[in-house]
């Protein structure tokens, strides 16, 4: 039975790192959520919660990573908050216009907008909102690596515990 559920647990963690990669889910926090419950199921020994608390730092990292660097490089293009509160309302109306895939869609688009509207310039807006773009990429690739560094050290700790 344990060995069922670690391994539905493990394709749960794989599937989190494909909602990384692709917004459909909030990937980094499936894989978090996954490895956390599954390693203290184990048992909660000191063992489970230096482990659970391990992959919950570098839930923290990875969240914090995808959250700061779009707005840095952002920022440092010259996008200003009024941009990024467009850039959220074009997110949050292109999730309903084109379920998903709009979310980001919208995002980019309203963003656009916005910095149109700051700069007056189409040129200027679109070379700020792909400072923005780079640093969401940035981001993204951030989230993957300590995505993969948590799947990675679960399955140590589980190989550990049953080795």
Known sequence: M????????????LIGLVGVVVPVLPGLLVV??????????QGTDAAGWV??????????????ATVVLPARRGREA???TGSFAFALLGAVLGFFVVPVAG???GFVLGLLVGERGRLGEWEAARSSTLAVLRG????VLMELIVGVTMVGSWLVAVLLRFG
């Open 2 to 13: 344990e060995a069922v559920v670690l391994g539905l647990a493990f394709v749960a963690m």
């Open 32 to 41: 978090w959520l996954v490895g956390a419950a599954s390693v203290l199921w």
């Open 51 to 64: 482990v659970a608390a391990w992959l919950t730092g570098l839930f923290a990292l990875g969240t914090l």
């Open 78 to 80: 010259g996008a200003t």
């Open 103 to 105: 979310f980001l869609l």
């Open 136 to 139: 969401y990429g940035l981001g």
